[in-house]
């Protein structure tokens, strides 16, 4: 029987480092999902600002495997000029500029299809969508927000010893075990992050 899950993790933290480095650092994607302890890997794929994230968990019978995850990244910025300067053309921003008066970054994560089977049963392989954004905002010279949401929808076989449970308590077990187990990796991710900074702390 298939077995469709979804899974939520979210949270807001404040890093006690200067705008532009945090959101530098942050939307290095490759190595934040390092953090994660169930990352196995993220490639960059032929596509331009699509990954290939490619997560490694285990089931309830110890067996491994794998969720991949095809996710569009894309970017974008909110520069507030102080008064003295004008420009009505945002082409017209100079580097400098737009270092300076940044104020706001967003990172956002979209499913990026493929147009080919990617889950395997017999391999353990199974193929997930993700959803989700990362909005930096610079909250002083040496303070930036941080809010993480990210969604994450999979679909898998279900072992034949839950088969005998109605489908929606599993539907339950499952969303709530999946949403329970992402809030700790993103809580152990953004921790993890804390060695590279002075200090982050949970809001």
């Not at 945090?22 to 490759?30: G, N």
Request: net charge neutral; hydrophobic share 35%.
């Amino acid at each position: 029987m298939e077995m469709h899950a979804t899974g939520v993790s979210k949270g807001e933290w404040i890093f006690f480092a200067e705008f532009n480095r945090t959101a530098t650092y942050l939307s290095d994607l490759k190595k934040i999902l390092g953090f994660n302890p169930f990352c196995h890997s993220v490639e960059l794929t032929d596509t331009e600002n699509v990954y290939k994230w490619n997560f490694r968990v285990t089931d309830p019978q110890n067996n491994p495997f794998d969720i991949v995850f095809f996710v569009e990244q894309s970017e974008e910025l909110q520069v507030e000029l102080p008064d003295h300067i004008e420009c009505a053309d945002p082409d017209d921003l100079t580097d400098e500029m737009i270092k300076s008066y940044t104020v706001r970054k967003k990172v956002r994560w979209k499913h990026h299809p493929v147009g080919r089977k990617i889950s395997d049963p017999t391999k353990y392989l199974f193929e997930g969508k993700v959803s989700g954004d990362m909005d930096i905002h610079r909250e002083g010279d040496n303070k930036t927000k941080v809010h993480f949401e990210l969604r994450v929808d999979v679909r898998f076989l279900l072992y034949p010893a839950f088969r005998i449970v109605p489908k929606k308590i599993v539907r339950t077990m499952v969303n709530g075990g999946m949403t329970f187990i992402m809030q700790t990796a993103t809580n152990s991710m953004f921790h993890s992050m804390s060695k590279d900074f002075c200090k982050i702390h949970k809001i």
